[in-house]
């Protein structure tokens, strides 16, 4: 559970460096950063670390079936949730984003339901449910109405993240974390370098230093570090159990966002981040079964 607070905690600070790096460049007129570079950019950077240290530790190749499961941690946490919540920061606060990404932790344990044993209550997918409409009603009351198409985008990063934490978890079992991380970005680079490429910053080095140091996070420490730290601690304690840590992620990217950020948190956010946490504990209370495998 310690493992798993560490990395939710890095993982908090993704949202707010994400939008850290086109709010920096606007206010000082640099060339604006496309959302597409921070997302595969970040991966592309992070995926020649990880290509550095499998070699450096001279790690084993991943089995045939193990490379497909790596495929999907790649489409999930390496390309699928940096490129869409990157693309949602360009419209909505992060704070914003940090509460509709309350609903990782549940969204991760139903994935964990397709890929492992864990089979959830009745009372549980209840409480789900209930979390989920109280984000909807969230994202309709801070869209002026209406869903926006960069709610639609954090949703869809939300389904994203949640599979690759799941499949990433349970892999973690077989091989350990760090390595998990590590092939999927490999298996990734393929697919991540060209698109990073052609939308990269004319002039990166003339970017302003806020959205470089906020670029290097994004690449060390929401990308690599911290799937090193947080695959460990899913398959130590498994996955509904740890995933249940990121209750804490929308309360520390509202706090960072006003303080990095200065964006104004509205008492409507934080009144909603509390329900859905709220909601999302009372899904943690209700029993998730273990379906005995047949041989």
């Known amino acids: 559970m310690l493992l798993g607070f560490v990395a939710v905690f890095m993982f908090s600070l993704t949202l707010p460096a994400t939008r850290l790096i086109t709010t920096a460049s606007a206010a000082n007129n640099a060339e604006l950063v496309n959302p597409l570079f921070i997302g595969f950019g970040r991966a592309v950077l992070a995926a020649i670390i990880a290509a550095i240290i499998l070699l450096a530790t001279r790690s084993p190749l991943p089995t045939w079936q193990q490379c497909r499961a790596l495929l999907i941690v790649s489409l999930g946490v390496v390309v699928g949730f940096p490129v869409l919540s990157a693309w949602s920061m360009q419209s909505v606060a992060a704070s914003h984003g940090g509460v509709v990404l309350g609903l990782l932790p549940l969204a991760t344990v139903m994935a964990s339901r397709l890929v492992s044993t864990e089979r959830p ?72 370098i060209l698109p990073a490429i052609a939308t990269a910053p004319q002039e990166p080095f ?24 947080w695959y460990k601690a899913l398959a130590l304690g498994g996955i509904a159990k740890v ?6 992620q929308p309360f520390m990217t509202l706090a960072v966002s006003a303080s990095v950020l200065s964006e104004p948190i509205s008492a409507q956010s934080y009144v909603f981040a509390g329900l859905i946490i709220a909601i999302v504990a009372l899904g943690k209370r209700m029993p998730v079964h273990h379906q005995t495998q047949q041989h």
């Open 121 to 192: 209550s009745l009372g549980f997918w209840l409480s789900g449910l209930v979390g989920s409409g109280l984000v909807i009603c969230y994202s309709l009351l801070e869209g002026a109405g209406g869903i926006m198409w960069a709610d639609l985008a954090l949703f869809a990063a939300v389904v994203s993240a949640a599979l690759g934490y799941a499949v990433g978890g349970k892999l973690a079992q077989e091989m350990r974390g760090w390595q998990v991380i590590c092939w999927a970005l490999l298996l990734s680079l393929p697919i991540v």
């Open 243 to 248: 995933s249940q840590m990121q209750l804490l």
């Open 206 to 229: 003339a970017l302003p230093i806020p959205s470089i140091i906020s670029f290097l996070y994004l690449a060390l420490f929401s990308q690599l570090i911290g799937f090193f730290v």
